[in-house]
């Protein structure tokens, strides 16, 4: 099979593209979980909220009728095993965002502002990869292991082959697996959608609306490139595998865990076996969409620390970013866009617990 063929490089090449795209649009429409949380708690303006929303509802509509479908497996995921390990979701969450609060930005917010010129969300992203990989391999790796994962339910037990709201109606009311998934899907997106549009200043918004579906898209095409074009034979081994990816199952946008592999990858670049992935090409595409956008309109401005004061808090939400976002499986994209979109239920608690965590952190710093 010839380079241009492989499906590993397919799913580089897309994931890079879809990447660039998000950081452009995330950089104009100045997307942003944690300025929307913000904006709520402190000024209670609920227009980046419904943006973030409505992104959520085309992820889960896009991403569940690729499923409904049978064009991708979302089953297979890392959302949706039967294990819940409800303690590091939560926890986790909430450690996430209280660093992104205290760093002013998740770690896609701060990829773009890499892309905008910030020499500050450098330092930030650098310190967000050695706490994330410490807590995949390292010594918060053990301390995770040992005390906070093992704190979990197997789904199992009860009947679940996953932890899917559609599986769990399933399970409860007797329907049929689809039509439990159509119901959930629909009921949830009807919710979002009618407290979206609602607001006659949100519906007036073009940017905020085309924003939100074209961020939205972006995470069900990228469920789409690993889970089907990136789904396939090994030409070496012969097994059906899902090329690219650093969990070796189908993945869309998340920044915390791929911020570790990106750092492994610069740490150990002569190692053969170590390959650029899909996660590692999303974080480089972000940062050179959000700067091809800073570049066009003349937005790009150097920017550093304005004080030591500065310097250390945002050390330290770099550490709880690292160490939350693995904890919880993901950070507001990979759980709070990604993960939800599968309607897993451990989704739903890691996104709750880091909107508590900011909002907490939030409400603490007005005090």
């Given at each position: 099979m010839s380079e241009v063929m492989n499906p590993a490089m397919l799913v580089v090449m897309g994931a890079f593209v879809l990447a660039f795209i998000f950081g452009a649009v995330a950089n104009k429409t100045n997307f942003c979980t944690m300025g929307a949380i913000s904006d709520v708690v402190n000024m209670e303006h609920w227009g980046r909220m419904r943006m973030w929303m409505l992104t959520i509802a085309v992820a889960i509509v896009g991403a569940n009728l690729l499923y409904y479908f049978e064009l991708i497996d979302l089953s297979q995921t890392i959302y949706q095993r039967p294990v819940l390990p409800w303690l590091s979701l939560l926890l986790g969450g909430a450690i996430f965002g209280v660093g992104m609060t205290i760093a002013s930005g998740c770690v896609n917010k701060n990829l773009v502002r890499v892309g905008g010129g910030s020499m500050r969300s450098v330092v930030v992203l650098m310190v967000v990869a050695i706490s994330a990989y410490m807590t995949l391999r390292g010594l918060f790796g053990q301390w995770r292991a040992s005390y906070i994962d093992p704190v979990s339910i197997d789904l199992s037990q009860w009947g679940l082959s996953d932890q899917s709201l559609p599986q769990l109606l399933s399970a409860l009311s007797g329907l049929p697996e689809k039509t439990a998934l159509l119901i959930t899907m629909t009921v949830i997106v009807l919710v979002l959608l009618a407290f979206v549009f609602k607001d006659k200043r949100f519906r007036s918004n073009l940017s905020h609306i085309i924003g939100g579906l074209v961020l939205g898209l972006l995470v069900v095409a990228a469920w789409f490139l690993t889970g089907n074009i990136g789904h396939g034979e090994d030409p070496e081994t012969l097994e059906t595998v899902y090329f690219a990816t650093n969990t070796r199952t189908l993945e869309s946008m998340s920044f915390?865990?791929?911020?570790?592999?990106?750092?492994?990858?610069?740490l150990h670049w002569t190692d053969q076996s170590l390959r650029m992935t899909f996660g590692i090409a999303t974080v480089l595409g972000v940062v050179l969409g959000s700067f091809v956008y800073a570049i066009s309109t003349k937005q790009f401005r150097w920017e550093g620390f304005a004080s030591v004061?500065?310097?250390?808090?945002?050390?330290?939400?770099?550490?709880?970013?690292?160490?939350g976002g693995v904890l919880a499986i993901g950070c507001t994209i990979g759980?709070?866009?990604?993960?939800?979109?599968?309607?897993?239920?451990?989704?739903?608690?890691?996104?709750?617990?880091?909107?508590?965590?900011?909002?907490?952190?939030?409400?603490?710093q007005q005090r």
């Open positions: 915390v865990a791929p911020m570790a592999f990106s750092l492994e990858m610069l004061e500065d310097l250390r808090t945002q050390l330290i939400g770099g550490v709880l970013m690292g160490f759980q709070g866009l990604s993960g939800v979109s599968t309607l897993a239920i451990g989704s739903f608690l890691a996104l709750a617990g880091i909107i508590a965590g900011a909002a907490a952190t939030m409400k603490w």
